[in-house]
């Protein structure tokens, strides 16, 4: 069966980078995309950026642009999310999940927890 | 930048029919996706491509869309289906990507 398991929880100071990552097993990692979506405490979902499990080709909403990067790794079907310039804003559960254009965020990972504080 | 509007809460004594909007301008061309998310846990798709449900999703959920306007409905809601519902879709273009900001369903 699918799953996307994520690294643990972390705690950064402001100004700190962040890298999660996304292990995904039970499918063909390159025949489908990974989006990142967070979830700041008791607030909605936020798309963060979507990367192809094929080529690398990443797509990031103009809010993200230039503070977060996207990698894969197909030796061992991991995704990987970079955030800088951590502010107490960017405290959330980030979420991995398999994205494809008929299925968006069809499987999701556990979440990673996240707190960034001084 | 686009966004899609959810009412902020539905509740529904059990055995009744929940029924969560969303609005969006590019609706009446784009898709729209539900999602169910329980608390403390991450989201489930219940329904793709407006009306589609994915295997293992109970009958009870269904989805449609007319207008500007998609609506997930929850036939014979259960206390199990308590839950923050989600709907996500994207601009015309399909370069926003959004998702609503969610429906807190209350089954009692």
């Known amino acids: 069966q699918v799953q996307l398991v994520q690294s643990g929880g972390e705690v950064k100071k402001p100004g700190a980078s962040l890298k999660v990552s996304c292990k995904a097993s039970?499918?063909?990692?390159?025949?489908?995309?990974i989006s990142w979506v967070r979830q700041a405490p008791g607030k909605g979902l936020e798309w963060m950026g979507w990367?192809?499990?094929?080529?690398?080709?990443?797509n990031f909403p103009q809010k993200f642009q230039g503070r977060v990067t996207m990698t894969t790794d197909t030796s061992t079907s991991t995704a990987y999310m970079e955030l800088r310039s951590l502010t107490s804003d960017d405290t959330a559960v980030y979420y991995c999940?398999?994205?494809?254009?008929?299925?968006?965020?069809?499987?999701w990972g556990q979440g990673t927890l996240v707190t960034v504080s001084s | 930048s686009y966004e899609l509007t959810q009412p902020p809460s539905v509740s529904v004594s059990p055995g009744q029919t929940a029924r969560i909007t969303c609005s969006g301008d590019?609706?009446?061309?784009?898709?729209a996706y539900w999602y169910q998310q329980k608390s403390g846990q991450a989201p489930v798709l219940v329904i793709y491509?407006?009306?589609k449900r994915p295997s293992g999703i109970p009958e009870r959920f269904s989805g449609s869309s007319s207008g500007t306007m998609a609506t997930l409905t929850i036939s014979g809601a259960q206390v199990e289906d308590e839950a923050d519902y989600y709907c996500?879709?994207?601009?015309?273009?399909?370069?926003?990507?959004?998702f609503g900001g969610g429906t807190k369903v209350t089954v009692l």
């Open positions: 990367i192809s499990g094929n080529n690398g080709k990443t």
């Open positions: 039970g499918y063909t990692f390159t025949s489908h995309g």
């Open positions: 996500y879709s994207t601009d015309s273009s399909g370069d926003h990507r959004v």
């Open positions: 999940a398999r994205d494809s254009i008929a299925e968006p965020f069809e499987y």
């Open positions: 491509e407006d009306k």
């Open positions: 590019a609706l009446p061309r784009k898709y």
